[in-house]
């Protein structure tokens, strides 16, 4: 009995496991049933697409950067394609023996080695990096042949941005680079849309037009899918969506006119903005010196950095958007309207100008200590007269000159359409409380306002914003703001879209006024200051000369360039407009530490206007005159202006893209190599 009951035991307990085993088998083969059709079902399209991307890869477009064109069609800014060399560090084990070995039989030079160092520091390792750029047809071939041998290293035919005419305009133009870390940080709060759309974009504009219109400049994005090899390497193209062209922007500016501004400065210092009062376009928007900046396409090199940055000249600093300067005597006719304006002088009111203006314990004087005699407001412009403008200043106050004077653009930004604009200042009472920390500093003294009359004391402009005034002066209060942009260029449908200047309230000026003031303007080409600039003029002109102090001197000291160092010697300014009564062109000019304005300013007002309105060029002879500060005689023979050829004419693009790929064969390129940016 005990042997059976043993048995059976046995027996329940076996078929316990058995039941234990068959119901593990049938829970592992149930959650094996559920895993299948968890992967085959419920994330069977995931899963698809993941295995999908495993054989393919979505490369993205960049699209061809708009262009920027003259107001006459010239091409200031423009692309073309080239091959160059890129390393993804990333895949790279040893860095330097690759770039070593490549140099074997690739010409990579110091400069290159030291930017592709740069470009590691400013990028992920991920990143397919330059180590040379627009390699040759021959130099091409030279790797293919040798490509197994470096993974990690490819060609990739990219797109370069060429500025054709190289200094001229480079200020408004401004120039691109390569996206830095702060940028991509910045990008990222970008909408997802918007960031997509930079999907391989390595390059952006960093200052000028460049920057200001990169969203018209950019285009869309196109994508392309590529079939893999195990490698990464592309085997077939399947489907692409293009990229969209950025579009085209056309400028107001008459480059012609730009480049004999440019040229007339010479080596010297400057900045000259031209407007049309009836629009706000602007005509020309010089600032010398001017830099290359094809030298920013590839990322300049440290050597030339340094001379720009370091430079006593400032070659990077944009004077006609960013320098500010005292207006000197040319702020006279704005203060002879105010005073018209508000009561405080009639036209006809005398005063006698003795060479000195006495307040408290302090004597200010003329420039050159000669009196005029008796002078009236129109004689007041017409002669320059200091003292007129002494006591003017001291019966308007600070305020009233600020309440005046704000309206017509001192003081404050144009909002013209490019960005990094400064303020200028026209100083009040409320202005120094704020700008000064210490209470007797806050404290506005009576004698600080007189020489504000004279455009001199806390007075600091741009010539954006004196051009801007002078337009609105000569207009009898018309507003604009002014534009550098006219019109935007759909690349592929041909499209154009007017970008009109927006017109602001008029001011309300007394036509009597106005023409009181714009006579007299008249009168300093005709028996003035600025009488022999513009001896013989066949057209009628009206402009005012500004000498403006770069330094102070003190009260007993005279003034003697000549024993002064070259940086610390008076400006040289000049605004004006022609033809009168109804000017298309009014315009500022100043040539930094170059002295009087009828020596060196004046002179290129005239050769402006000559060219606007008679379409000639100044002769060889009279240019090298005007870059020398001599030309204060009467103008010489001129020349046709559709005679003289542009800067740069003759070579539109680098010589480099001569042997690099054309358009046609750029987009017959493999996806892997077409995967490029912009430059």
């Known amino acids: ?54 054989r393919t890869a979505v490369l993205p477009i960049v699209p061809n950067r708009g262009q920027i064109v003259g107001r006459n069609g010239e091409v200031l800014a423009t692309n073309y394609s080239a091959y160059t060399l890129e390393i993804m560090p990333s895949k790279v084990d040893d860095l330097e023996g690759t770039i070593n070995a490549l140099a074997e039989f690739i010409d990579i030079s110091a400069r290159d080695r030291r930017r592709f160092k740069r470009l590691m520091d400013e990028s992920k390792s991920f990143e397919s990096l330059p180590i040379r750029t627009k390699l040759s047809d021959e130099e091409v071939a030279r790797f293919m042949a040798r490509r197994f041998r470096f993974a990690g290293v490819d060609v990739k035919a990219r797109l370069f941005r060429s500025y054709p005419l190289g200094e001229t305009g480079s200020h408004l133009l401004g120039y691109i680079g390569r996206i830095n870390q702060a940028e991509k940080k910045l990008m990222d709060d970008w909408p997802d849309e918007q960031l997509a759309n930079y999907k391989g974009t390595e390059y952006i504009g960093k200052l000028g037009l460049e920057q200001s219109y990169e969203a018209e400049l950019h285009g869309q994005t196109g994508f392309e899918r590529v079939e893999t090899s195990a490698g990464g390497r592309a085997l077939r193209r399947l489907n692409s969506h293009a990229p969209t062209p950025g579009n085209t922007l056309r400028l107001s500016i008459d480059v012609r006119l730009q480049a004999l501004v440019e040229d007339m400065f010479g080596d010297r210092r400057g900045a000259l903005v031209a407007i049309d009062p009836r629009s706000g376009e602007v005509l020309a928007f010089v600032s010398k010196p001017t830099f290359d900046p094809n030298l920013f396409v590839d990322g300049i090199d440290y050597d030339s950095w340094r001379e720009l940055n370091e430079s006593i000249d400032k070659p990077l600093l944009n004077r006609a958007l960013r320098g500010t300067y005292p207006p000197g005597s040319t702020f006279k006719p704005f203060m002879a309207l105010a005073a018209l304006n508000t009561g405080k002088r009639a036209a006809s009111t005398v005063i006698q100008d003795n060479a000195t203006f006495a307040f408290g314990n302090h004597v200010f004087r003329s420039h050159g200590d000669k009196g005029l005699g008796p002078v009236d407001m129109y004689r007041s412009i017409v002669k320059s007269s200091n003292v ?30 490019v960005e990094g604009e400064v303020t200028g200042l026209l100083p009040s009472t409320e202005w120094k409380r704020r700008y000064y920390k210490r209470p007797e500093q806050q404290k506005w003294y009576a004698g600080e306002t007189i020489s504000l009359g004279i455009g001199q004391g806390y007075n600091a402009f741009t010539m954006l914003q004196l051009a801007s005034a002078t337009a609105t002066l000569v207009s009898g209060g018309q507003r604009f703001r002014p534009r550098l942009v006219s019109e935007i260029v759909d690349i592929e449908t041909g499209e154009k879209r007017r970008l009109a200047s927006d017109a602001l309230e008029p001011l309300p000026y007394k036509p009597e006024h106005i023409e009181l003031v714009v006579r007299a303007l008249h009168g300093v080409t005709q028996e003035g200051t600025s009488v022999r600039s513009f001896a013989n003029a066949p057209y009628k002109s009206g402009g005012k000369t500004g000498t403006a102090q770069a330094v102070g001197i003190k009260a007993n000291q005279k003034y003697e360039a000549a024993k002064m160092e070259e940086h610390k010697r008076d400006h040289s300014l000049y605004i004006a407009a022609a033809p009168l009564p109804n000017p298309s062109v009014a315009l500022a000019v100043v040539v930094e530490n170059a002295g009087f304005g009828s020596e060196a300013a004046a002179p290129i007002a005239r050769r402006v206007f000559d060219y606007l309105l008679l379409g000639l060029y100044p002769s060889e002879e009279d240019m090298a005159a005007t870059r020398l500060g001599k030309s204060g005689a009467p103008i010489g023979a001129q020349r046709r202006a559709v005679d003289v050829p542009l800067p740069g004419q003759a070579a539109t693009l680098p010589a480099e893209a001569e042997a690099a790929p054309g358009p046609e064969r750029v987009a017959a390129m493999p996806a892997r190599v077409v995967d490029g940016a912009n430059r």
Do not use: C, W
């Open 1 to 54: 009995m005990a042997e059976l009951k043993n048995l059976q035991d046995e027996l329940d307990r076996f078929r316990l496991r058995l039941l234990a085993a068959a119901l593990f088998v049938l829970i592992g083969f149930g959650l094996l049933a559920a895993r299948l059709s968890y992967l085959q079902v419920t994330r069977y399209e995931d899963l698809a697409e993941q295995a999908e991307a495993n």
């Open 388 to 417: 007129y403008y002494y006591s003017l200043a001291n019966e308007m106050g600070v305020d009233l000159m600020h309440e005046q004077l704000s309206p017509l653009g001192f003081g404050r930004r144009t909002e013209i359409d």
